[in-house]
């Protein structure tokens, strides 16, 4: 009988990467430790975290746990482009393990059910904002008139 967190295909492939970690960190020593030991800890973050979120029932805990591994799997890349440039590791085995990264990356947002661009409802703030960066201060001063003091501000607020 196994566990629950044991079936996800993604569970799954992230015990595979940390063994590969593994294998590739008893070699990095020296100017690579700190690399290495950031590598490991982000590596085992993954499937970690994936059993812990497994194992809720809450959904909001469920896709709080799945978002916190598919940021460990983002994090391992850029480590892995860290020890590719300081010569510790090979630049094709490296894109390989970057393709099952971002596999899993992929696999962990669908599991969070949800996307991960951050929104908010303008109508909580009971006005509408423009966050447009291309402020015009010769627009703003058309639409309210200009502030007492002759100074525009940055965000646009109409009412």
């Known amino acids: 009988m196994g566990l629950g ?46 059993a812990e979120g497994n ?3 809450a959904e909001a805990d469920r896709r709080r746990y799945f978002e916190i591994a598919r940021g460990s799997a983002l994090e391992c890349a850029p480590i892995q482009d860290v020890l590719v440039v300081g010569k510790a590791l090979d630049k ?27 929104r908010e409802d303008q109508s909580a703030y009971n006005a509408d904002f423009d966050l447009d960066s291309d402020f015009d201060p010769e ?14 501000a940055a965000l646009h607020c109409r009412r």
């Open 5 to 50: 967190h044991e079936k996800p295909d993604v569970y799954r492939l992230s015990i595979g990467y940390v063994a590969w970690v593994y294998e590739k960190a008893d070699n990095l020593n020296g100017v690579h430790r700190p690399a290495r030991d950031q590598w490991l800890q982000a590596s085992q973050s993954i499937p970690l975290n994936i």
């Open 55 to 57: 194992g809720k029932t």
């Open 92 to 118: 094709m085995e490296s894109r390989k393990r970057k393709d099952e990264l971002d596999r899993m990356a992929a696999m962990l947002s669908r599991l969070g059910g949800r996307g991960y661009q951050v």
């Open 139 to 152: 627009e703003r001063k058309s639409q309210q008139g200009a502030a007492p003091d002759g100074n525009s």
